[in-house]
Every structure is written in C-alpha cells, then in structure tokens.
C-alpha cells in the first residue's frame, strides 16, 4: 500500500531508501559508528542496525553538538543515512547536513512531520522524499 505524507523540509534534497525507524532519540556521540554507519547503542532498540544508506525515522538527537561531528564524518565516510525523518526541527542534525555540504558537497534531506505520521513509518518501509517535503511510503 503505498501513501504520501507531507512534512516540513528542514534541509531540502531528495533521497530514497529503507527506513530505520524509532519512536527512541539516539546519540550519535557513542550511538552511532561513524566509520560503518551502525548504530552502537546497546540500549537502544536499533542497536546493531546499519542507518548507512537508510532513511533514518527518529524524533530527535539526544544529547550535544558532538552528535553533529559523529554525523559530519559520517557522511565523509559514506554511511550516513541517506535521509532523516524527524517530528521536530532537530539543531544538530540539521547542522551536520549544512556544513557536510560546504565541507563536502555532500548532505542528506531531512523532514519534519507530525507525530501521528511519524509513527505511521516503521522500519522496512521503502521511502522517498522529494525536494517539496512530500514523503512517498511503500510498506
């Protein structure tokens, strides 16, 4: 069944993939394996799933401005996810696809939608995000 949610772009792009998604924060400072693109959390529920190349479905970073630095290199290594889906403006993740964009001519999009469609997206879902925010969902 395919459907399309409408989000606020945050960082314009497009990108498809995967989704990885969780109604759980992560760290990225000590969350998140900036050279092979896991997730390293052992107490987090995606603990041991790769995000590299998904689109990553989370409400929000927990923690610092570090989280930005582990998500920067990330996307130098090339396992970043290819796009995030948030229900909020999320600062950190935000910065790190502005400045891997000037630093690298790399970024990723990244989506702001309600909460009720937030949880709607569950992992294994196919997505695409288009340049308008508009989100297409094959479960």
């Known amino acids: 069944m395919a459907r399309i949610v409408q989000g606020k772009t945050i960082i314009d792009g497009t990108a498809s993939g995967i989704a990885l998604a969780s109604s759980e ?54 396992v970043a996810p290819a796009g995030m889906i948030t229900d909020r403006a999320d600062i950190f993740l935000a910065l790190a696809s502005v400045v891997a964009d000037e630093m690298y001519q790399m970024s990723f999009p990244m989506v702001a939608v309600s909460r009720s469609d ?3 997206i569950k992992t294994g879902d196919h997505i695409q995000i288009d340049d308008s925010g508009r989100i297409h969902i094959q479960e």
């Open 118 to 120: 937030f949880d709607s």
């Open 25 to 78: 924060p992560v760290s990225f400072w000590g969350g998140y394996d900036q050279v092979t693109g896991e997730i390293i959390d052992r107490r987090h529920p995606l603990s041991s799933q790769m995000a590299a190349g998904r689109i990553l479905v989370l409400p929000y970073t927990r923690g610092s401005s570090t989280s930005t630095a582990i998500l920067l290199e990330s996307v130098r290594a090339g």
